[in-house]
């Protein structure tokens, strides 16, 4: 009976740290709940806004509208 008991106490003291680990040994409030849900929310908006935009940048082709009153280049490098 000695042994099972001194077996429990030695468990209990390893697991004594464990169990202070978890949420830095306090309860978590509700301002970090919401800190945490306001977090997670902008997040979401952004990756919907960066998916959004990769949809839209099927922008046309630049044309030079000033390309027909431009001398025409020579080979020279000089214009």
Known sequence: MR?????????AL??????AQQN???EITQ???LKKK???AVDKQYDS????LKQD???PVR????ANMRAPATGDGKR
């Open 3 to 11: 042994r099972v008991t001194i077996g429990v106490m030695l468990l």
């Open 14 to 19: 390893l697991a004594a740290p464990v169990s």
């Open 24 to 26: 830095g040994g306090r």
């Open 31 to 33: 301002e970090e709940i």
């Open 38 to 40: 306001d977090t997670e």
């Open 49 to 52: 806004t960066l998916k959004r």
């Open 57 to 59: 940048s099927t922008t």
């Open 63 to 66: 044309t030079d509208p000033w």
